[in-house]
T-cell receptor, first 109, second 115 residues
C-alpha cells in the first residue's frame, strides 16, 4: 500500500521561509505532488517532482529524494494568503492517487 | 478554460432521499475523479473514470453510484445515505490517468449534509 507522513501544523511569520516535509512509502513511484487548499476551497496544484532535485516555481519550491522517500515544499517570502493546508500526494504503479494527511500552515503578521 | 464546475454547492438530504451531484469540465480531459473530504482530513479517492469507463472503485458503498454520460460530465448518484456520509465531495479531472500526479484540476466541491 501507500502511506505518507507530514507535520500536522506549522507556524511562521510574514516574510519568513518555511519548509513542509513529507515522507512516503509506496511500491513503485510516479512522482510526488503538492497541493494547497484554503479553508472552504478546492485543492489547487502547486508543484510536482518525478526526479530527484529541486523544482522552483516563483515563491514555491519542491524537493525530492527518491532514495530517502522524502520530499519537501519550501515557501519563501511568506504572505498572509499562504495560510492554508498543504498536502503532498503520490501515485505509484497500479496504485491510486493518495494524499498525505496535510499540514496546516498559519502565517502570523 | 481550466475550470471544473460542480452543482449544487450545498445539499441537505434525508436518509431516504435520492439525489445526484454533477460535475463538468471542458478541458478535453479524459480522466475524472470523485473524492470525499471530511473536515481537517485529506481528500479520499472514491472513483476514477478513464475514457468514460470506470477504472477504479475504492470499495465505496453501493449507496454511492457514479456515472459518466460523456467525456465532459460526471455524476454521483446518492441513495439511502447515512449521516456519516456528510462531507465535501470533490470532483477533479486530468488529461489522463497518468497525468493525475501533476495536472489534476479540482472543482469547488459540493457540501453534503445527511440528516
Amino acid at each position: 500500500g501507500q502511506s505518507l507522513e507530514q507535520p500536522s501544523e506549522v507556524t511562521a511569520v510574514e516574510g519568513a521561509i518555511v519548509q513542509i516535509n513529507c515522507t512516503y512509502q509506496t511500491s513503485g513511484f510516479y512522482g510526488l505532488s503538492w497541493y494547497q487548499q484554503h479553508d472552504g476551497g478546492a485543492p489547487t496544484f502547486l508543484s510536482y517532482n518525478a526526479l530527484d532535485g529541486l523544482e522552483e516555481t516563483g515563491r514555491f519550491s519542491s524537493f525530492l529524494s527518491r532514495s530517502d522517500s522524502y520530499g519537501y515544499l519550501l515557501l519563501q517570502e511568506l504572505q498572509m494568503k499562504d495560510s492554508a493546508s498543504y498536502f503532498c500526494a503520490v501515485r505509484s504503479r497500479g496504485q491510486n492517487f493518495v494524499f498525505g494527511p496535510g499540514t496546516r500552515l498559519s502565517v502570523l503578521p | 478554460d481550466t475550470e471544473v464546475t460542480q452543482t449544487p454547492k450545498h445539499l441537505v438530504m434525508g436518509m431516504t432521499n435520492k439525489k445526484s451531484l454533477k460535475c463538468e469540465q471542458h478541458m478535453g480531459h479524459r480522466a475524472m475523479y470523485w473524492y470525499k473530504q471530511k473536515a481537517k482530513k485529506p481528500p479520499e479517492l472514491m472513483f476514477v473514470y478513464s475514457y468514460e469507463k470506470l477504472s477504479i472503485n475504492e470499495s465505496v458503498p453501493s449507496r454511492f453510484s457514479p456515472e459518466c454520460p460523456n467525456s465532459s460530465l460526471l455524476n454521483l448518484h446518492l441513495h439511502a445515505l447515512q449521516p456519516e456520509d456528510s462531507a465535501l465531495y470533490l470532483c477533479a479531472s486530468s488529461p489522463g490517468r497518468d497525468t493525475a500526479t501533476y495536472e489534476q484540476y479540482f472543482g469547488p466541491g459540493t457540501r453534503l449534509t445527511v440528516t
